[in-house]
């Protein structure tokens, strides 16, 4: 199977389309619009979004695609405020410009011109960060080519068993950093793990702020949470290959939505296998606004989790 399906002329000159329909909705992301304005404005980026989906999954996989994959109502739902929510709308369209014309250079260079297996061909996409993971899921209909077939190892099965360490000890209090691929969205907060009453180690983490950098003005925003509203989140899977390596799946519950993500990465450890540090990628999974990125977790001790203090930003 060819990994786009019709011609690469085309393939840009659609995709053109999308870019330019986008930059419209950017010209009225204006701070001085009302609220009924910009619920408006919300609607019809959901159906922008909807309508990219079905371009590109018609572009790389023949399908016909009616089912609505993207909703703005996350969007909508947020505790920001009315400046802050079109700030933040305009992040994210700029973010999705971003991502399309990164998919329009990789078509120029005939990247996808190739015959491949259309799983290679989606992961390329991903490894890429030319589109979304909600759209590469959308168009492909595969989870487990991104995200290096994590879904086919035994979930919740013998828990303890399952969680494979062997000599290292990931029991402990830690800060933590997330940054988006795109260097777009940082946030960071504490983490906290320890034995569930199975035997099995359950994470769980508090977001203590977040920051948005404009991508237009290249100006950060920063929003630190006041602690009794910090966001909540959890793991109660875990697993861990050769005492070097992790994943874990983790899950953030709102009024509206569950939201779940997965993380990779590496283990560092000291000398008597206390854990120093986790470094690695998160990848949100069904998220809307899309979050995916490197992650940094820091031991920490007693004093220092319950401070307010978190790990340096590195944003400027």
Known sequence: MATITVTKEIALERIQEIISDA???????????????????????????NSTIIVLAEIFTEKKISETFFSAEDISLSEETHSEKILSLT????????????LIKSLQMGIYSQEENPTIVVAKIARRQAITISIITAIAGIITGIIAGYLGIPHKIDPVKQQGFKNISLNGKYKYLCTSFDGTYQHGGRIIVQKGADGSLVLHGERMWKDIKDTITNKWHDSNFAEGNYLQWSSDWIYVINDSKINFEYEISSQNNLIKGYCTGDI???????????????YVLNSKPIL???MLFQAVNDSI?????????NHS
């Open 23 to 49: 930059r419209k909705l950017i010209e009225e992301c204006k701070p001085t619009i009302t609220q009924n304005d910009y619920r408006t404005l919300l609607n019809r980026y959901e159906t922008w979004m």
């Open 91 to 102: 992040s994210e369209i700029s973010n999705e410009i971003t991502k399309l014309e990164g």
């Open 268 to 282: 560092l450890t000291d000398e008597k296998g206390k854990v120093q540090s986790l470094t690695g990628n998160f």
């Open 292 to 294: 995916n990125g490197s």
């Open 305 to 313: 989790y319950n401070t307010k203090s978190t790990l340096k930003k």
